[in-house]
């Protein structure tokens, strides 16, 4: 920890535009300890060239070539194929993993070509062997019809060659040549269950009805010769007479994607076939298992490397990738490029380069040193498990302006309370914890999986859901709701009923007898005439100070930014009339509350708010909560009217008078000597361009803003009211009912009454919060670096 350069969570990382100019021996190596160390981001000085007018536009296409042969990882996972402990040489150079891979990729492309030589035969015997044993009964049910004349098979059958290189069965001549031309012949073989009758239909039809067809379903899916899948099959027998009608068949064969086989008329012959094909079926088989141990053999060899290997290559290419990013100098032997890099890792910059300096041997170093920037930095916040999903939520928003304050600081809290508020309900919030402890329990072996989408979003907020579920119990225990049931937790009730019987208490109401329940809200309360009443103005009073205290703190932070960036002009008209103007009404209502509170009072602060406004010098009477109070609230009304103009006006003329001054002055370009001008353009950038100024343009944005803050500061303390979450309190069917109450809890409550609080907790950020002081105009700063490879890969 005492490495670590100090940061100021408030802002981002003061960063640095600088400048590297690289021997051509050292820029490989340099470029990659610099992806090691993943602190400098690159500027693409070449972006008006497309990527194949680059300097290494080859190097690139080679890596993505060698990417493309590194198929085994696929072949690996398919074939189930466990690999041993990887050990791999540690300096081998591209150049040989490109020759071993050539190597790997033609002896597996030739045995993945054998095995679906093979296979395809396989199958097709198989088929073969179907086809002979239905056609035989289905010949013997015909027998009066079939003809004596039989095809010769043995040459194909019992071939002295190797099987693999012969010709495919249902390429083979299928034709039967009778003795005479008016015998009756056959043409059997398979095709798909589903065309059966399709194909019948069309026989008939093109045989004019002299034909006679009978199928038999296969007894089990085969695999289809062709296209490799398992379907289901019929083998068919057709009987016809005529070489036209042989002709028609085999083409209407042909276009169902039917397969024709030879099939003996001869019992002797079917049976001695079927033996043959028997026999060459079990060689195939033994020579596909033999093939097939092989082939995992050469792949468990490669799969020891192959995850290196990738990472390597991707490795190479993102190194080549950036390169493409410099510019050669005009000697052609040095390459120049630019970046951005945080202050603070300059000198671990520097001392990554001269490592890259030694290790190439060159006699040249590689210059650094910083330049001025035209341009705002990018935004850098040091992030970790806990602190990086809070981030996410504010740059869901929009990424931070360079240096401005950062409303994660806060959000690390407020959301999770804010969550809780609506949420609360210590029964859910017990579930919630548990879910939470499991996914923190399971870290390590988690974050090593390929998770999904939703689990990858539950995983990644781990921290999150625990501090949401410990403050929807704290926020569950003031409700005292436990699954929306109060229990006495902190003692005895401070109500009792009026007699015995009770039958009172939901008509007249109870009696207090002892002093005020001590924590949270009086379980009596629940199931009392006043119950509702009670509980909405309790819960929507405290929405309302919870939400004046949020936006408050947002307008404060706007100051914070002005004092950072010595912007006088947003703190004297914008900053102090935003703060009258909320504070003289909703901050003025919220203390008409705890006042409320405090001293039991019976006033309406409705009709005090109303007539405020409408008649702000007619007396208060029983609403009257402290002396002087019609008088302040005259005083207070007046300031939120004159805080209106004080926020529209003055800005716009004092930007135009400072622009005045400059230009009568001659500064037509360059740095403004008042940081109020500066401000306006760009906070925290190094010498900006000042464009002619428009008053028009500023004027209008100004009143837009100053529009926009009146009116949001009414809709946006309303929208806190989301805070005031009302829920149904009686569980109404308790045997019966148990499990699907359960169910309900579960996935109901936990899941979608957790998913509204969560957004509406989230709107409450992005709109009532963060718009009072946050541009979110920025964007990230993404260092080249390796280890974001692996992340973009998982």
Request: contains cysteine; aromatic residues 12%.
């Amino acid at each position: 920890m005492e490495r670590l350069p100090p940061m100021d969570l408030m802002r981002s990382e003061k960063m640095t535009l600088v400048q590297l100019i690289i021997p051509a021996e050292s820029a490989h190596r340099a470029v990659s300890y610099l992806g090691e160390l993943g602190l400098l981001q690159f500027r693409d000085l070449n972006s008006e060239k497309s990527p194949f007018q680059r300097t290494f536009v080859n190097q690139v296409k080679r890596c993505a070539e060698i990417s493309r042969k590194l198929f085994f990882k696929d072949q690996i996972s398919k074939a189930g194929v466990v690999s041993s402990d990887p050990v791999m040489q540690p300096d081998i150079h591209l150049e040989d993993l490109e020759i071993q891979l050539a190597e790997h990729e033609h002896v597996l492309t030739e045995m993945n070509s054998n095995s679906e030589k093979l296979q395809q035969s396989y199958m097709e015997l198989l088929e073969f062997k179907v086809v002979l044993q239905k056609a035989s009964a289905i010949l013997f049910s015909n027998h009066g019809h079939a003809v004596p004349e039989e095809r010769e098979l043995e040459e194909n059958i019992n071939s002295k060659g190797d099987y693999v290189e012969t010709p495919f069965l249902f390429e083979q001549e299928t034709s039967m040549e009778p003795t005479n031309q008016s015998g009756l012949r056959f043409i059997s073989g398979t095709i798909c269950k589903s065309k059966v009758l399709s194909f019948e239909r069309m026989l008939f039809r093109a045989t004019r009805g002299n034909m006679l067809f009978n199928q038999e379903p296969a007894d089990d899916q085969l695999m289809d010769p062709i296209s490799n899948e398992m379907i289901e099959k019929a083998v068919f027998v057709v009987l016809f007479s005529g070489e036209r009608a042989r002709t028609k068949i085999l083409k209407i064969c042909e276009a169902f994607g039917a397969h024709s086989y030879p099939v003996p008329e001869d019992i002797s012959k079917q049976r001695q076939i079927i033996n043959e094909v028997s026999s060459r079926l079990a060689d195939i088989e033994a020579t596909l298992d033999a093939g097939t141990r092989h082939r995992n053999k050469a792949l468990a060899s490669v799969g020891d490397n192959v995850e290196k290997w990738m990472d390597m290559v991707r490795r190479e290419k993102a190194v080549y990738d950036t390169l493409n990013m410099l510019n050669f100098d005009v000697t052609k032997k040095c390459l120049v490029g630019e970046g951005w890099c945080p202050i603070s890792a300059t000198a671990q910059i520097q001392e990554a380069l001269q490592r890259a300096t030694f290790d190439s041997n060159s006699l040249v170093g590689i210059i650094f040193h910083s330049m001025d920037a035209l341009e705002s930095p990018p935004t850098y916040f040091r992030t970790n498990n806990f602190t990086s999903p809070y981030q996410e939520i504010v740059d869901a928003y929009g990424v931070a302006r360079y240096q401005e304050a950062n409303p994660a600081v806060y959000t690390v809290i407020t959301f999770p309370f804010l969550f809780a508020v609506m949420f609360g309900d210590w029964g859910h919030g017990i579930c919630l914890l548990l879910g939470a402890l499991v996914l923190i329990a399971c870290e390590k072996k988690l974050s090593a999986q390929r998770l999904g989408s939703f689990m990858e979003m539950l995983f990644g907020g781990r921290y999150v859901l625990l501090l949401m579920s410990l403050f929807s119990i704290y926020c569950g225990l003031i409700y005292n709701e436990f699954f929306c049931v109060p229990f006495h937790i902190f003692g005895v009730s401070a109500y009792k009923c009026r007699d015995n019987s009770c039958r009172d208490a939901h008509t007249i109401g109870l009696v207090k007898y002892r002093e005020t329940y001590p924590f949270g809200v009086d379980p009596r309360w629940r199931g009392s005439r006043s119950e509702l009443a009670f509980l909405n103005s309790l819960k929507m009073k405290m929405s309302i100070l919870l939400g004046v205290v949020h936006m408050n703190l947002g307008i404060m932070l706007s100051y914070f930014n002005a004092c950072f960036f010595v912007n006088s002009i947003d703190i004297r008209y914008q900053f102090v009339p935003q703060m009258i103007f909320l504070n003289s009404l909703f901050g003025y209502l919220s203390l008409l509350i705890v006042v409320k509170w405090c001293t039991g009072s019976q006033a309406d602060l409705y009709h005090v708010m109303i007539y405020m406004f409408l008649s702000p010098f007619e007396k208060l009477g029983e609403n009257q909560l402290f002396w002087g109070q019609g008088v302040l609230q005259v005083v207070l009304l007046l300031s939120a009217l004159i805080a209106v103009p004080w926020m529209l006006f003055p800005k716009p003329f004092i930007l135009k008078k400072l622009y005045d001054e400059r230009f009568f002055q001659g500064q037509t370009y360059g740095k403004l000597n008042t940081t109020e001008m500066e401000t306006e353009v760009e906070p925290g950038s190094a010498g900006q361009h000042q464009e002619e100024f428009n008053f028009s343009e500023v004027f209008v944005h100004q009143m837009i803003h100053a529009i926009e803050f009146v009116l949001g500061s009414v809709s946006n303390t309303a929208s806190y009211l989301r805070l005031w979450a009302l829920r149904y309190e009686n569980i109404i069917i308790r045997i019966i009912g148990l499990v699907v109450f359960a169910f309900a809890t579960a996935f109901i409550l936990l899941m979608m009454e957790s998913l509204s609080a969560f957004l509406h907790a989230l709107r409450l950020h992005w709109v009532e919060f963060q718009n009072k002081f946050y541009y979110g105009d920025g964007y990230k700063f993404k260092p080249f670096s390796f280890a974001s490879l692996i992340d973009d890969e998982n």
